[in-house]
């Protein structure tokens, strides 16, 4: 039986000052990236998560030699044609669905044919949105219905491609990006705003990348790089796993937290937008710029009113991981708030939409649900007493983490199943948990 973790107390008041781990999206880049640069990248406080752990699987099967040392982790790699592989090899992308997309542009020219599978999760994700574009490149990409297993066999002569992502899919421009490095002309992008996490560090490594920066959209031009230069680089903490303690502290009393060095990329902050026209009072200080992306120390204080939202959809992709706890504070905020246009949550590492609703109405919170939109009328008197289990959720590590933030903030017993699926993202979640619920 899969194990789970039960709680039957509220947590009390707390004054902490915590880090969290590494930025998911930027291990797993740096990971790809310095496999195809030529020479030794290095990179401190990278996450050591199932998710990289499975991209250092990957870029090992190709050839490339990684080493996990204590503090840092290096990765040599052999230049943009330096993999070195055999035939039919399998590449395990697991839970990741940013390695298992962002892999395939970079496999855009293989000789060998290659299969990528991954776990019961990721293989009911959508994979045709990523294997049209890649196609017109010239790739042969055979799926699964639309999905995982899939293989991928490149070609020598690949050309440019116009692509319009339109569903802001940080995952589909960047493996688009990075097929468009290893192709002879100029790729262009139109692309709905999403983490762009790829193009600054094609910046930041002086690759052959032009953008151009619209209200919705970005255009992306994107030529053949000759080579990737080695990638030192020291991972600022993830704000998507950091917002998991910023909402528990928006619905306990009295309660203060900083979290130490955390990247704020504007792309990434849409939660905290949210939450403050939601009334929680965050701050950001010792405001840095580090190779492109911007870090700081974050702030957040109980606060003594909570409102209810209708939530602008341009925050939507800022804010894509973190929805399941936003729902959290609506829950707690004073009125019905209202989110729309999120049909994507649906194709994460679960139909998030449906088991965020399922979660809020187990509360005893009332919803009404679309395939996109979610209306939830808040409580700010809302306590719970019953016991609540949450199971059977396709070990969804948000799902996890946000049942825990609710059973610690509203009360009640729950029994979480899966306490396993932490390690997908957030492996040290749960000691930091215990971290707060021992301090005053
Ligand atoms: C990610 C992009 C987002 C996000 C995921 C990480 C990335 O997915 O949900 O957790 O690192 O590019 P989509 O591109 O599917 O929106």
New binding site residues.
Partial sequence: MSKFIRINNKINNFNKIITVSGDK?LS?RWVLFSSMALGKSKAYNLLLSEDVLAAFDAVKKLGVKVKLAKNYCTVIGNGLKGYKYKKNIIINSKNS??LARLIMGILIDTPYKIKIIGDKSLSKRDFHRIAEPLSKFGAKIKLTKKSLPLTILGNKNLHPIKYLENR?????K?SVILAGLKTDGKTFIKAKK??NHTELLCKHLDLPIKIKKSKNYDLIEIQKANKIKPLNYRIPSDISSGSFFIVLVALLDNSKLQIKNVNINSSRIGVITILKKMGVNIKFQNKRNYKGETTADIFVNSSKKLKAINCPSELNSGA??EFLIIFLVAAKANGVSYFKDIS?LN??ESPRLKWGSKILNKMGIETVTTNSSIKIFGNPNLKISKKIIIKEYLKDHRIFMASVIAALAFGGTWEIYDKDSVKTSFPSFLDIVNDLKTSV
């Fill in positions: 999206s797993i669905g940013t802001g899919s940080a995952q589909c960047s999403s983490r894509i991981d994507e194709e994460k």
